[in-house]
């Protein structure tokens, strides 16, 4: 029989792929944006920032609204909000103006996260994990797409706020869509777990916040921080330590995102039957430390590119898991929990940039990524723990 869900879900990957392009829409128009705003581009840097602190500020609020309200209403509101975000951008008289909306848009992203991800968990009981990396190849692929599009708009002479407006008209159709779909009723598959479990492990012991709970949130910081990380120095590296010009350093980036896409994909179709996410969130840190450090000690452009390539492989779709786990353990709150989960993660967004922004204005870029193995190391030690306690904790029939 087939799940009357996927449609809803296409839907929500639809968003997903939106907001593949709003994680970059500010920076990829900057030059226009310092003229229209009348700033610099610390300015925009700011306004990017500002998305960040958005989501920062509003993630517990959102997951808990998302377990009382429902997943849809969320959902439903973070689409309006982003459309609000992408039209209001071009029309933005001031600074001041532009930055609240990129505010605004951060508040969207946490509602469409704490609706989002419950969702898929509950839509496909059995196949969480694959739901919810996919997320991450829509985003990527929402990434890919969006400098063509600018590309084409100015090659063409054409409004750079149409690369803005298009996207605002695909979340207001798809709000209009998602409205009309079925969505699990969370309470309900809440009871069902209880008096059936639906194929789920059951607690030997009871799984606390204490412990399991802030393993997962250092988790959740690190594993945003390793992401993030190479996507901001590996052009550096590349210039500072390979000897390669500012082009081909560049190209690590897109070698970082080829190894993403591929690694989301995979897990897409192992994840249904072959490796559990916790495993996943174990074996994705230690390939990621062994990149790291074969980048410290091996400097030629060969080895750095196939490490831009492992290193995009091993650092995506792990916040996803992290999630994946986090519905396991505490599966009767997966709203509030996807709010406090995805606040570590958007902390590290925003403490990771500014740490290692100053360790490279005392140090060099070898120091940053000798930052990032100790990151690694951290994710590895959170995650061997939350294996450890899952085994302790969940006990099949």
Not at 100 to 113: E, K, Q, R
Not at 155 to 165: I, N, P, S, V
Not at 362 to 375: N, R, Y
């Amino acid at each position: 029989m087939r799940n009357p869900y996927v449609r809803t879900a296409s839907s929500l990957y639809i968003n997903y792929f939106l907001l593949g392009m709003v994680n970059i829409i500010l920076a990829s128009n900057m030059p226009f944006l310092i003229k229209q705003l009348d700033t610099n581009s610390a300015g925009i840097s700011y306004m990017i920032s500002a998305l960040g602190i958005g989501r920062v500020l509003t993630y517990g609020l959102s997951g808990v609204l998302s377990d009382r309200f429902g997943r849809k209403p969320v959902i439903l509101v973070s689409g309006v909000l982003m459309a609000v975000f992408l039209i209001g951008i071009p029309l933005s008289p001031n600074y001041q103006i532009a930055f609240a909306f990129a505010i605004l848009a951060g508040v969207a992203n946490s509602a469409m996260d704490a609706g989002t991800y419950p969702a898929l968990m509950e839509a496909f009981p059995q196949n969480s994990g694959s739901a919810n990396v996919m997320v991450k190849a829509f985003i990527s692929i929402g990434a890919t797409i969006l400098p063509l599009a600018i590309f084409f708009l100015a090659e063409h002479d054409l409004f750079y706020g149409m690369a803005f407006f298009v996207p605002a008209l695909i979340y207001l159709v798809n709000v209009l869509m998602l409205w009309t779909l079925p969505f699990p009723n969370h309470r309900k598959v809440e009871q069902v777990q209880v008096t059936k479990h639906d194929g789920l492990p059951r607690f030997s012991t009871e799984p606390t916040f204490w412990r399991e709970g802030i393993a997962l949130i250092v988790i959740s910081f690190t594993s945003n921080g390793l992401y993030a990380l190479p996507q901001i120095w590996l052009p550096t590296y590349g210039e500072a330590i390979l000897g390669m010009t500012s082009g081909s350093a560049v190209k690590l980036l897109s070698y970082y995102s080829m190894g993403g896409l591929l690694s989301v994909v995979m897990l897409a179709f192992l994840l249904r039957r072959f490796v559990r996410p916790v495993t996943v969130l174990l074996i994705y840190p230690i390939i990621t430390l062994v990149s790291i450090c074969v980048l410290l000690v091996v400097k030629s452009p060969v080895i750095g590119t196939v490490n831009a390539f492992v290193l995009g492989f091993s650092t995506a779709g792990v916040f996803q898991l992290t999630l994946t786990v986090m519905a396991e353990f505490f599966w009767k709150n997966k709203g509030t929990m996807t709010g406090i989960i995805s606040t570590a993660g958007g902390v590290s967004a925003i403490v990771i940039p500014v740490v290692t922004g100053l360790i490279q204005s005392h140090a060099s870029i070898l120091q940053i990524f000798m930052f990032d193995a100790v990151v690694a190391v951290a994710a590895i030690i959170g995650a061997l723990y939350i294996l450890h306690r899952y085994r302790q904790v969940m006990a099949h029939d």
